[in-house]
């Protein structure tokens, strides 16, 4: 065998029996975007540093159960992902999420461009199958462009990376333990109307689902003209990506 | 499958009717449908219990100590029970009041909502009690399939009864899922 | 010598973020908004991880507890909850409160809180943050009745505070205490890498639960680049039924800093910290003690025994009441003054740990251990044990037996040993390694303490004939949910619906779907979470579904199906609020 070859060799894994080849230092679910497979996630975004906490990306390999997004792709790994066994597992997990906060589709702004909603559909959820926790979560409407109804949160973290990382602004953070986890806003008073949140910001525009919102621009795509009206997840999520470095907002 | 006809029971519980206009959206599908099958107990029929039956459709969910009891004699008189539409799949609009206590909801309407002129929470026996929150209808009594939307749309009632008539487990495709 | 020492020790209360927050609850009994903006200023942080910090730590408060704060240890072993009486039910009925609602005049609240790790003195609480043992009815009548004085707690009698050791066996580690200072000359006449040898040829395996080469762990430090390397003593105890280490801290922390030095000179560490949990602050005088004779004596801050290449301070952080922060990366975390939530592993902290950089995390007895191991040698730990489990093990023996306490014994000893040891007659089952560890039923005493076979990082709950398992299982259940950190969905969510499965069974409704359910949910939980807890989180269902299958087949109903709801209980507020008892305001 050629240098050559040992080395394309060093850099390639499997996934679902495909070749992928990856860059040393990507994880898994980086090589997997890069070469057009789609592993689901809803707490990763494409040019954020990863964190971990949804485990929709569940892959296994050599027997073990990993998070895609968090695992160092190395040379060699099976990595089996698009598995009836885990897409079951991952059914569970969107069905949890669902039932720990309050989901009312029909009354949401976000319905029909909510990547919770359009994981159940993807994944074939028809029920939330486990007890509603109905759980008591702050709304805030202080900031006079963005609202935050916690009820909808799922705690990806994204917008606390997006604004802490792309926005330098640090606006979000998530406090509390267990199932009392919440998002919680970066100011003295815990509002979002005293922080320096700009409607442009990557961190008011990132929720994957319908807790950070813009004002006055609830249902402006009619149904049938939004986004998972039209295409299923697993093909948008291919063309996803944080944009080109933004201006930052120093004041 | 014999001549006989498959009999169907609807109900609507805890729900906006919604659901039931949607399935009677079918337009002229629906003359076909009715030659293969009777209306038992339905808003559709008027009959006031449900009797042995084939399929059960039910829309809303369970708010009150009379929507348990629907539900329960639908579920000894039916074959197959549905659960059809936001509302009777996860509380839906309804559920809304499950971020608060009952007595704060009933306080608000009933005693300091702006417009009230003879505060008073209704006590009456002829009332059916309410439940503490709108629940799913799966989680009072064993449900057999789902089928989800706000309303689901006409189409799909077709593609979960059709199978149904003809003795076959149903199959929504997931890009026919709506939650809305 | 002494002016080295006062950063360390002295200005514990302001340093730590941890430990301002520490002063600011028990000064105002809680942390307002406005104390959280100072404490962001004063330590130059974002405002929301001063809030995430005092919203994460049990024993730390945004509304007001009461100048008597209460919280009852509520495990299995201390018997706070019995057929016979509920503890906490007493007490909040003799103090007219509700629990976890500080009483309207202010001077009293109660509450709950996972293990204290008093398990061998029956039950206890901690009072204003200091443990008191012993609890029964009368007991807390008498508290009932000082706290309607006024008496300030220093006027209570003093035997309920005592905390006993309790050693009832003794091995090699307990029977000695190594003269100060012995085993660090001893290494220092060699260099690094000697005593490194000594301590990988001894087998010294992890004393924490995970059982790690410790050699391997400080030899990967060691070669790990990075600005400085760390020790760190992992004084967390929070397995509930483990007290080994409050007993080691209490009467053996020489060795624990000699241990911790050792470690210092081989991974080339200048600071080291104890992570000390919240729950044993009562014990923090009396280290600081010791760590000041120990500065005296030369055996920490600089050139250490005369070495001119050797310094090492060791600094006390304390805890606020986290389970999770026992895990070394969470732990980390918490030194770092956010909340306790586990890190990406790997990188593991032997090469990414506080601050980013090495750092080599251990439990207390490894330490001490260690200690031992450079003394003696590494031949005579490796005599004693078993091939893969060399050397003793110190046991926290609770429950359901005559002389709950310390017992110390070589490993591959048979479980059933430890019963006839401790006077346990009828035990039915034990829980080995705590509520993460494993449940060895009857039929299988016979299995061995050892890496081999059963892990524990030494809580061994025994449960006798009469014990009801469910409701065991009930109490962990309930324990995971609390102190998950909420992270990752499978353990957030998991275990709080695997807490309200058992509600079910327990309250008579469940069925045995639901109990299939319970098996596929805590097989979820155990695979796809982030961390060590909910990895184990469900350890105790599974194990007893498979050896007591019968004391859940009891509380089943035998129809296919039941509500997820108790349905007439949910008409209870309506039947209030309209004052309705007639036949239709009830349901089946
Ligand atoms: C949820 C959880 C709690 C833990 N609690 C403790 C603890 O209280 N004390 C401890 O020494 N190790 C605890 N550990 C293990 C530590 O992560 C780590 O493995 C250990 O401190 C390493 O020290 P050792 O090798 O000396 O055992 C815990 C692990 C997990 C996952
Ligand atoms: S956030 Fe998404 S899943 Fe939740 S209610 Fe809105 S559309 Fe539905
Ligand atoms: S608000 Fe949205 S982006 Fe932020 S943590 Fe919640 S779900 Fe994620
Ligand atoms: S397993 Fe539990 S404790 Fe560990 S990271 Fe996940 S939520 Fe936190
Ligand atoms: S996408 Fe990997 S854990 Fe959320
Ligand atoms: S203090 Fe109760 S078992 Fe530990």
Partial sequence: MGYHAMAINQNTLTIDGKDVHFEQGQTIMDAALAAKIYIPYLCHYPGLPPSGNCRLCVVETNGKSVAACITQAQAGQRIHSNTP??????????????????????????????????????????????????PRRALDASHPAIFLDRSRCILCDLCVRASRDVDGKNVFAIAGRGADAHLIVNTDSGKLGDSNLDRNDLAANICPVGAIMHKERGYVSPI????????????????EHVPEHKERDHD | MTDQKIRIATASLAGCFGCHMSFLDIDEKLVQLNERIEFNRSPLTDIKHCGPSDIGLIEGGVCNADNVRVLREFRANCKVLIAVGACAINGGVPAMRNYFDLRECLEEVYLHGTGVTNPQIPDDAELPLLLDKVYPVQEVVRIDYFLPGCPPPADAFLQMLMPLLDGKAPHIANNQLHYD | MLSQYPQNCVEFSAGHLLHKLYVLQQTYLHISTESMAQVAEEFELPVSQVASVVDFYAFFYQKPVGRYHMLLSNCTSCGYQTD???????????????????????????????????????AAMLINGVPLVGLNAEKLAHITHLISENQPLSCWPMEWFRV????????????EHIQPGSSLKKALAGDAQRLLDIILHSGLRGR??????????????????????????????GEPGTFKDRVLLQSYADALFEGMALCAYVIGARKGFVYLRGEYRYLLNHLQNILKRRYEQSLLGPSILGKAE??????????????????????????????????????????????????AVNNVETLIAAAYVAYHGSDWFKA??????????????????RTPGIYEYTYGISVQQVLSDCGAKNAQAVQIGGPAGTLVAKKDF?????????????????????????????????????ESCGFCTPCRVGTRLLESSFQKIADGRATRQDIQEIKQLSAFVRRYSHCGLGHTAANHILDSLQDFSEAFDEKLVQTSFTPSINLDAALEDARQITRRDDADAHLE
């Avoid at chain 3, 924490?208 to 105890?237: I, M, P, S």
């Avoid at chain 3, 004693?384 to 037996?401: A, N, P, R």
């Fill in chain 3, 384 to 401: 004693m044990g078993t091939e893969q489990s060399t050397g003793s093990k110190i046991l926290s023996v609770s429950g359901d037996c």
């Fill in chain 3, 310 to 359: 050797f310094s090492f301070d060791i600094e006390i952080v304390v805890g606020a009441g986290a389970y999770i922060c026992g895990e070394e990366s969470a732990l980390i975390e918490s030194m770092e003054g956010r909340p306790g939530i586990p890190r990406i592993r790997p990188p593991f902290p032997v090469t990414h740990g506080y601050l980013g950089q090495p750092t």
């Fill in chain 1, 224 to 239: 049938g003209q939004r986004i998972y009206d039209q295409q299923p997840i697993n093909e948008i999520a291919l063309g």
């Fill in chain 1, 85 to 134: 066994e885990l897409n079951v597992v991952r059914k569970m997990i969107t069905q949890m999420l669902f039932v720990e906060g309050n989901h009312i589709c029909p009354a949401c702004e976000k319905s029909g461009n909510c990547k919770l909603q359009a994981m159940g559909y993807y994944l074939g959820m028809h029920e939330e199958h486990f007890h509603h926790f109905n």
């Fill in chain 3, 164 to 175: 006993e050791n309790n050693i009832h066996k003794q091995d090699v580690l307990l029977n």
């Fill in chain 3, 84 to 122: 016979q009486h509920n503890l906490l039910e007493i007490i909040c009925r003799l103090l007219n409160v509700k629990p976890e609602i500080t009483r309207p005049d202010g001077r009293v609240s109660v509450g709950e809180t996972s293990c204290i790790g008093m398990c061998d003195h029956g």
């Fill in chain 3, 208 to 237: 924490g639960g995970a059982g790690f080469d410790t050699g391997r762990k400080w030899q990967l430090c060691r070669e790990a680049e990075g600005k400085a390397h760390y020790v760190v003593c992992n004084a967390d105890e």
């Fill in chain 3, 446 to 482: 016979s299995r061995q303490i050892s890496f081999e076979d059963l892990l524990t990082g030494g809580s061994f709950l025994i449960f006798g004939a009469h014990r009801d398992l469910l409701s065991v299982n009930q109490n962990f259940a309930r324990f995971f949910a609390h």
